[in-house]
């Protein structure tokens, strides 16, 4: 059976960090690259971050350039998305989601929610000024 857990939210301050996880199985992890997605209330669901888990690379949507980290642990089927200076427009219900790479390649971008094949149930950010 195909899992994608996610977990790590919670209340934050303005300013202040989180880390989430997104912890898989099921699946060849390696195979995937894991994206994260949010939606903020009252907006539809966008992209965050992507990281191909076997090499590592990494793509930011430039609203979280250089606040969120995405790293990956292979070894424990795992990736992380450390949140950095968090503001109150972070407020959002977070998705991890799987891409199959090995076969289409990673051009390092987001790629479009409907190309993603697994998702995890959301964790909750709320980041109060």
């Known amino acids: 059976e195909v899992q994608l857990q996610a977990s790590g939210g919670g209340l934050a301050q303005a300013g202040g960090s989180l880390r989430l996880s997104c912890t898989a199985s099921?699946?060849?992890?390696?195979?995937?690259?894991i994206g994260w997605f949010r939606q903020r209330p009252g907006k539809e669901r966008e992209g965050v971050s992507c990281?191909?888990?076997?090499?590592?690379?990494?793509y930011y949507a430039d609203s979280v350039k250089g606040r969120f980290t995405s790293s990956s642990d292979n070894a424990k089927n795992t990736v992380y998305l450390q949140m950095n200076s968090l503001k109150p427009e972070d407020t959002a219900v977070y998705y991890c989601?799987?891409?199959?790479?090995?076969?289409?390649?990673?051009?390092?971008?987001?790629?479009?929610?409907?190309?993603?094949?697994?998702w995890g149930q959301g964790t909750l950010v709320t980041v109060s000024s």
């Open positions: 099921g699946f060849t992890f390696d195979d995937y690259a």
């Open positions: 990281i191909n888990t076997s090499d590592g690379s990494t």
């Open positions: 989601a799987a891409l199959e790479v090995i076969e289409r390649g990673w051009d390092k971008t987001q790629y479009e929610e409907y190309e993603y094949s697994y």
